[in-house]
């Protein structure tokens, strides 16, 4: 008879505990550790690709995307106006796309990134620890992940939680 009071006790506590934790705030096994070692050609009609070893040397963000994604489109405004104040370099991991497509969105919509990969099978992503679109990385001088932003980048998360954290680094 205590059996099932257990359970459903036991049930009820793991419930409460999802519904109270911040869904945004993913914890992630990379925090302080180099990012993974990886090479990616560019988005097509873009020149420049993305690999491991350029992101030493200064503070970045890397921002998984995809044209498929409607988060994406949401904080794209966000990293426009960051490539067009130079507030922080930002690259681009393009996640899963059709290259076309992903193609006629940076064309259509703007490109902020100042280097982006084409993730064609998500592998890359997959050592990132991605586990959807979009997800956004602050990278230190030596190439290490120092934060993981799942979601889109909002005005408020980029100033509350991102830019702080980019100064920070940058002293």
């Given at each position: 008879m205590l059996l099932p009071v257990g359970i459903f006790a036991g049930l009820a506590v793991m419930l409460g505990w999802g519904l109270n934790r911040n869904?945004?705030?993913i914890p992630s096994a990379l925090i302080g550790k180099q990012v993974p070692v990886f090479r990616l050609s560019p988005?097509?009609?873009?020149?420049?690709?993305?690999?491991?070893?350029?992101l030493t040397g200064e503070v970045s963000l890397v921002n998984v995307f995809a044209s498929?994604?409607?988060?994406?489109?949401?904080?794209h405004p966000v990293f426009m106006e960051l490539k067009r104040t130079h507030a922080v370099p930002i690259h681009g991991i393009n996640y899963k796309d059709r290259p076309q497509d992903a193609e006629k969105w940076l064309d259509t919509m703007g490109d902020p990134y100042t280097r982006t990969g084409a993730d064609l099978n998500g592998r890359?992503?997959?050592?990132?620890?991605?586990?959807?679109?979009?997800?956004?990385f602050v990278i230190d001088r030596?190439?290490?992940i120092a934060f993981k932003h799942v979601g889109a980048v909002t005005p408020e998360?980029?100033?509350?939680?991102?830019?702080?954290?980019?100064?920070?680094?940058?002293?």
């Open positions: 869904a945004q705030v988005v097509q009609g873009r020149t420049i690709g993305l690999s491991s070893t350029d498929w994604c409607t988060a994406c489109r949401e904080e890359v992503s997959i050592d990132w620890g991605v586990y959807g679109v979009p997800e956004t030596r190439g290490r998360v980029y100033r509350d939680s991102l830019a702080p954290l980019i100064a920070e680094l940058r002293k």
